[in-house]
């Protein structure tokens, strides 16, 4: 299959780019499977240049000018995958340009939903800084840029986008120190996740926000809930994935801590 898209790389016409888009992914998804098993550095450095390689692909297909409709949808998806690739490099800012371009191509097309979510995700990782933790001078701009684009995928139909900015959405209400609207919007977003661990998750940033701003009342309340949300959720409800999808993570990143911290 992949000797197949390298010929069909050389040919003319839209049917190049859309083989290069895929053998893109196919470079990428091999890089990131020899990655994860890598032990040696040369294994590494193997994994990197199936990686960079991956990344060439698709960068020549998202920098090219699309005519044909399957041109288009190529360079759509070349985009989309290499904000994904540069966000998980954790090379914000050109995560950030690449999804930022796939809006203003297609804002209402089939990846449009999703590259928003991706494209929050990159300003609330820039607002928070560098490794010293200083904060850019525009991270509250772009902490309300991102405040925007969640409240904006609120009523999406997909359920798990719409969580999953629903959580950024309480997450960035809380970076931008509004400790006063994280009441009515975490107890609303509660209610709607009841009984999932995205209740639980939620409630964590009410507790954070009571912290901040000493509120010790509403902070040990906030806790006691959590405890009972923690209670009711099976084993089964931990998808796992993210550490915040595990009950491990909240045993004893959470309980066990502030239990020990008491």
């Known amino acids: 299959a992949e000797d197949g898209l390298k010929k069909a790389i050389a040919l003319p016409g839209p049917a190049a780019a859309v083989a290069r888009v895929k053998l893109a992914l196919v470079h990428v998804e091999n890089g990131r499977t020899k990655m994860k098993a890598a032990n040696t ?13 991956g990344a060439q692909l698709l960068t020549q297909v998202a920098n090219r000018t699309a005519d044909a409709p399957a041109e288009r949808d190529a360079q759509q998806q070349a985009l989309f995958e290499l904000g994904k690739l540069l966000l998980q490099q954790q090379n914000f800012p050109d995560a950030e340009a690449r999804f930022r371009q796939l809006i203003q191509v297609n804002p209402a097309g089939p990846l449009a939903n999703q590259s928003r979510l991706y494209l929050g995700s990159c300003l609330l990782l820039l607002a928070r800084g560098d490794q010293s933790g200083r904060p850019p001078s525009d991270a509250e701009r772009k902490l309300a840029d991102a405040q925007k684009l969640f409240e904006a995928l609120a009523e999406v139909d997909d359920p798990f986008l ?9 997450n960035t209400t809380l970076l931008l120190k509004k400790y006063d609207d994280m009441p009515a919007l975490c107890e609303k977003l509660a209610a709607r996740y009841k009984g ?12 954070s926000s ?10 040990a309340r906030t806790l006691a809930k959590m405890e009972e949300v923690y209670g009711k959720l099976t084993d089964a409800d931990f998808p796992g994935g993210a550490d915040e999808y595990t009950r491990e993570y909240w045993k004893k990143q959470w309980f066990d801590l502030l239990k020990g911290m008491k």
Do not use: G, W
């Open 162 to 170: 719409r969580a999953q900015a629903d959580i950024r959405l309480a």
């Open 41 to 53: 550095q040369q294994a590494r450095d193997e994994a990197k240049h199936q990686l960079d390689l």
């Open 210 to 219: 009571n912290r901040f701003a000493d509120r010790t009342a509403d902070a």
């Open 196 to 207: 999932k661990v995205e209740e639980l998750i939620v409630l964590s940033m009410l507790y």
